[in-house]
Structures are given as structure tokens and as C-alpha cells.
């Protein structure tokens, strides 16, 4: 799955951070997926700092050791997760005079 680049000029320091650590996940994906299956996994410089299959307590954890910065946490899963919500935008279309 190939993600669209940044648009240059338009990210801050944190912002490239979290992007750089994106980017490893997916440059590293196969290995990843042998070493954390189905886990939830936290990049911070580039490098997997803390891995769980319970994503609050990982996020509790790292939150706890580093702080606030830019970590980028994913689920290590073959394919992506998607989840469709519906919507309640659509409206009955009138009824046409005959």
C-alpha cells in the first residue's frame, strides 16, 4: 500500500518526526510483522520502542518514558485494518410528477 508523500514546505518539526517514524514502519514492515504480529508497536526515532497487544497500556507505557513526542503507534497486521461507518447523509429523492 503505497501512501502519498508530504506535501514539502507544509510540516513542522513534529510533524516530520512522527512521518520519518511512518515511513520506517513501512520500510521494515516484513520484519516487523515476523518479530510483532497482531501486537501494537511504538516507533520513536526510528526505532521500536515498546510492543503489546493491549494498545492503552502501550500507549500508557510510552507516554510514561518519553513523554509527549511524535511516536507513531500501529497495529502489525498483514493487511490493513478497515472500518466502514455509515452514513446518514443520504436523503430520499423526491417523488417525480407524472
Known amino acids: ?7 514539502k514546505g507544509t510540516l513542522g518539526r ?4 512522527f512521518e520519518s517514524n511512518r515511513e520506517y514502519y513501512y520500510a521494515h514492515k516484513t520484519e516487523l510483522l515476523r518479530r510483532y504480529r497482531n501486537k501494537y508497536i511504538a516507533i520513536w526515532n526510528e526505532d521500536v520502542v ?6 492503552l497500556a502501550l500507549l500508557r507505557r510510552v ?3 518519553i513523554g ?3 511516536v507513531f503507534v500501529k497495529q502489525v497486521t498483514v493487511h490493513p485494518r478497515i472500518v466502514r461507518i455509515p452514513s ?11
Open 88 to 98: 446518514y447523509a443520504l436523503r430520499a429523492r423526491p417523488k417525480s410528477k407524472a
Open 68 to 70: 509527549y513526542e511524535p
Open 63 to 65: 507516554r510514561a518514558s
Open 14 to 17: 513534529h510533524d516530520r518526526v
Open 50 to 55: 515498546d510492543a503489546d497487544k493491549d494498545r
Open 1 to 7: 500500500m503505497k501512501h502519498a508523500p508530504p506535501v
